[in-house]
């Protein structure tokens, strides 16, 4: 398998449970922290030109729930990059770099693409 990129949050049960799954399966991966390792202004727009914002943004997060509905809104329209660089944890998780293949979550499809 081409070399897989996994971005997410070192405390991120999804995450943990993905890196769990490649390591049984004995998959090589890289991960990164999407809050100290990555530099988001350049990979977010990738992310979302092959995802979109629907599968990208995390709804059901604590920090979306927190935002006011115009901050909502804006990160739906505008200003969806800078709103994801400023709060990270809006970035549903992990995300998954093999090549120029994007995989957002570690949904059922997820894990029959990668193992």
Same mark, same amino acid.
């Given at each position: 398998?081409?070399?897989?990129?996994?971005?997410?949050?070192?405390?991120?049960?999804?995450?943990?449970? !993905?890196?769990? !799954?490649? +390591?049984?399966?004995?998959?090589?991966?890289?991960?990164?922290? &999407? #809050? !100290?390792?990555?530099?988001? =202004? =350049?990979? &977010?727009?990738?992310?979302? *030109? *092959?995802?979109?914002?629907?599968?990208?943004?995390?709804?059901? =997060? $604590?920090?979306? #729930?927190?935002?006011?509905?115009?901050?909502?809104?804006? !990160?739906? *329209?505008?200003? $969806?990059? =800078?709103?994801?660089?400023?709060?990270?944890?809006? &970035?549903? #998780?992990?995300?998954?770099?093999?090549?120029? $293949?994007?995989?957002?979550?570690?949904?059922? +499809?997820?894990?029959?693409?990668?193992?």
């Amino acid at each position: 398998m081409a070399k897989l990129n996994l971005y997410g949050l070192k405390n991120c049960d999804t995450c943990k449970k !993905a890196m769990k !799954a490649l +390591d049984q399966k004995g998959i090589e991966y890289d991960f990164v922290d &999407i #809050r !100290a390792e990555v530099d988001l =202004s =350049s990979k &977010i727009p990738t992310w979302l *030109s *092959s995802v979109g914002i629907e599968k990208l943004l995390n709804k059901r =997060s $604590t920090t979306w #729930r927190t935002l006011s509905k115009a901050e909502q809104e804006a !990160a739906l *329209s505008k200003e $969806t990059q =800078s709103t994801l660089e400023d709060n990270p944890t809006l &970035i549903k #998780r992990p995300v998954i770099e093999v090549e120029k $293949t994007i995989y957002v979550g570690w949904t059922k +499809d997820v894990q029959e693409s990668l193992i």
